[in-house]
């Protein structure tokens, strides 16, 4: 069974940083890809950043620059180094690996102006 927890989430002011970890099991985690994707308030799930198993990555426009995806296939770990922080950040954030439909509880990030 996939499990997927999310942590390193919080409140922090604008132009702050803030790295997310996702601690998966229950997959081969070394051969997937894996999603960070966040939904704020009224607003639909978005994605974030992706990270392939041949370590490539793709950002969101609103990502790119400030955000850094990467992965510990050792620790089975996703990771979101997340900088500059701004107001519009503010969202729950959350991992799931590709082609699975188990999510995470998420982890809260509220940046403030």
């Known amino acids: 069974q996939v499990q997927l927890v999310e942590s390193g989430g919080g409140l922090v002011q604008a132009g702050g940083s803030l790295r997310l970890s996702c601690a998966a099991s229950?997959?081969?985690?070394?051969?997937?890809?894996f999603g960070w994707y966040r939904r704020a308030p009224g607003k639909q799930r978005e994605r974030v950043a992706i990270?392939?198993?041949?370590?490539?990555?793709t950002y969101a426009d609103s990502a790119k620059g400030r955000f850094t995806i990467s992965r510990d296939n050792a620790k089975n770990t996703v990771y979101l180094q997340m900088n500059s922080l701004k107001p519009e950040d503010t969202a729950v954030y959350y991992c799931?690996?590709?082609?699975?439909?188990?999510w995470g509880q998420g982890t809260q990030v509220t940046v403030s102006s």
């Open positions: 990270i392939r198993n041949d370590g490539s990555t």
């Open positions: 799931n690996p590709f082609g699975y439909v188990t």
């Open positions: 229950g997959i081969t985690f070394s051969i997937n890809a």
